[in-house]
């Protein structure tokens, strides 16, 4: 049906051609099937370039908030080279005490269970000294947690603690380092560590890799300073972490989250005045949280950050209401 509608235009342009060469215009009708083509030539051109423009999302403003959405503007970002590792939590030795007898004695009383928070000089147990009958509190020596208890009322105290108490207001990571990687980590360095579970993150620094390795698994250790105020880095807990090598600045990039893939395209959803458009972009450097665009995109474009698969989902959908 394309053709048929460029026939009356072929037909008007012909007779003006014949006409022309008629009154001395001279062009001959190879001319005029050249000069005929020019117009089907530019028409096409004109469908080619502009093929793929009017795809949009309309969204009000409700529907933005109801789906998370989030808009950003495109601009310049630090684009991270990171060294990923794995570790496990383990108690900040430098904050855990082990609590003994002052003399040998029976013990009488014991007051706090593993698990059971402890203020320092709260009373853990009572011994009954040997030598002058005289009972006393065994007290701990600072704020933390009961993380052993070796005694029992009745038993004779030794040489073993009686109690553990840590501090887990801070805990260390110990981050496993192979032989490749040894060489690229240095004290001082900052590390974002993750539960993998709970998606749960955190900014630590290495403050210590162990000079000597494990002869088990022939690896070394780091060893990453976390806060740990809140008590959600529990010790024994397995971790990922990504250590920060190097970072560079990029003019322009968009969060990673907002990247999806429609035709073997990279694209992002851009604000437009008829709704959220689908970008086609060229990307470059990446560190998982954003990526370097190279084309595509001009600074200051409010684009979708967050939940940008909906959008594509949507698009999707009126796709196939559009085939049937």
Known sequence: MKNLNHIP?????????????????????????????????????????????????????EQIAAAGLELVEAGPAQIHETLPLYGTIVPNAERTREVAARFPGAVRSVARRIGDPVQQGETLATVEANESLQTYAVTAPLTGVVTARNTNPGEQTGDKPLFTVADLSTVWVELSLFPRDVARIRVGQQVRVTNPGSKQSAQGEIIYVVPFGRAESQTRVARVLLDNAERRWAPGLYVTAAVLLDESAVPLAVRSEAVQTLEDRSIVFVRTDDGFAPRPVTLGRSDGEHIEVLSGLEPGARYIAKNSFILKAELGKGEAEHGH
């Open 9 to 61: 235009q072929r037909a008007a342009w012909l007779a003006l051609v014949l006409l022309l060469s008629a009154c001395g215009g001279g062009e001959s009708p190879a001319t005029a099937e050249a000069a005929m083509a020019k117009p089907e030539a530019a028409h096409a051109e004109g469908e080619e370039e502009h093929e793929g423009e009017g795809e949009h999302v309309e969204l009000s403003a």
